[in-house]
């Protein structure tokens, strides 16, 4: 897709502090961090938001959720980090591109809405 901001950070187009890139998922740091890590894991291949992961291979899929543990680790949050997956306008996805949030690096409110 080739007006998506996201797609356009993969392909190189707009620069990112990447932490993590594997054959089906990238991922960089989110430019307005809600947490002292905050990192935004994608698909490589565009798909809208997790309404549509039928269009994506298991193996990505699996990839991005697979990257989240490799991140946490590499970030050092072995106190723990929450992952979070906003779908569609009433959840504030503001990128209509599938991507997770990882968030840590500090004690995390029990709230999530």
């Known amino acids: 897709m080739t ?3 996201f797609c356009k ?3 190189g187009e707009i620069p990112s502090a990447k932490v993590h890139e594997d054959d089906y998922c990238f991922a960089f740091r989110d430019v307005h961090p809600a947490a002292p890590a905050h990192i935004l894991i994608v698909p ?3 798909v809208g938001g997790l309404n549509n992961t039928e269009l994506l291979p298991d193996a990505a ?3 991005c959720l697979r990257a989240a543990k490799t991140i946490a680790a590499q970030e ?3 106190d723990g980090y929450r992952l979070v997956c906003n779908c569609g306008a009433h959840a504030c996805q503001s990128v209509q591109h599938l991507h ?3 968030l ?3 004690q995390l409110t ?4």
Do not use: T, Y
Not at 110 to 113: A, C
């Open 76 to 78: 050092k949050l072995a």
């Open 61 to 63: 899929l699996a990839a």
């Open 100 to 102: 997770f949030h990882l």
């Open 104 to 106: 840590g690096g500090r």
């Open 3 to 5: 007006d998506c901001l």
């Open 9 to 11: 950070i993969i392909a």
């Open 110 to 113: 029990e709230k999530m809405g």
């Open 44 to 46: 490589k291949q565009h």
